[in-house]
């Protein structure tokens, strides 16, 4: 497993370098099989308005699923504590869906995976304006309304954002706090129709209902 740490407004030691691998590594040992690459994000906020300051954040890559949490306390060890509980019970959350699958299905249709493209940028230097302040590459493999609702509760995330299977568009899955549920934005065409002929919002109040935020 490849363990990745890096940090902002704050120095990385050799004692949080460790402590981080002792609470990571123990956070996934029971789900090795499943963990490819295991990021954690430290940072310390300046801004006098955000409170708490100090943030952990772990993102695994896990079979081509991204498991992400994120924390924030007053003490970075503790905010480590606590993101390595909470990411340790999105894993298990994960597997027990992943065997619940396999269990109900006796007929699974074999999808080819799709190779990840490493260098997703080419040559090309990216220009960001200056209020943006990090950048992630994903790749999108196609997938359905049901398997981006799953990958929303697993990212720790208000959104997610994916390429539908049915249209290859991208699309943006979203939690709608104020009336309950989730909401999908798609792009619209020049007559003015979404792409499958509908605007879909709170979509997905069962789905969410079946699957709980932890």
Do not use: C, W
Not at 51 to 77: C, D, F, H, L
Not at 148 to 171: C, P, S, V
């Amino acid at each position: 497993m490849k363990l990745v740490i890096q940090g902002k407004n704050i120095e990385i030691t050799d004692s949080i370098r460790e402590y981080v691998n002792q609470k990571i590594e123990k956070a996934v040992s029971h789900f090795q099989q499943l963990t490819t690459e295991v990021d954690v994000h430290l940072s310390v906020a300046k801004n006098p308005r955000i409170n708490p300051k100090q943030a952990a954040e772990v993102t695994i890559y896990a079979n081509g699923t991204v498991i992400r949490a994120q924390e924030n306390s007053e003490n970075m060890y503790a905010s480590i504590d606590l993101v390595a509980d909470k990411i340790a019970r999105q894993l298990r959350k994960y597997k027990e869906k992943r065997q619940s699958k396999n269990t109900k299905s006796k007929t699974v249709e074999v999808v080819a995976e799709q190779p990840v493209v490493e260098d997703l940028i080419g040559e090309r230097e990216p220009e960001l304006p200056s209020e943006v302040v990090r950048t992630k590459y994903f790749a999108m493999p196609p997938m359905t309304q049901e398997e981006a609702i799953e990958q929303l509760h697993l990212i720790d995330h208000d959104f997610y954002m994916f390429r539908n299977a049915g249209t290859g568009e991208i699309n943006v899955i979203y939690k709608r706090y104020h009336h309950g549920g989730l909401g999908l934005i798609q792009p619209r065409n020049s007559n003015g129709n979404s792409t499958n002929g509908k605007v879909a919002d709170g979509i997905a109040e069962n789905a969410s209902k079946e699957s709980t935020t932890v």
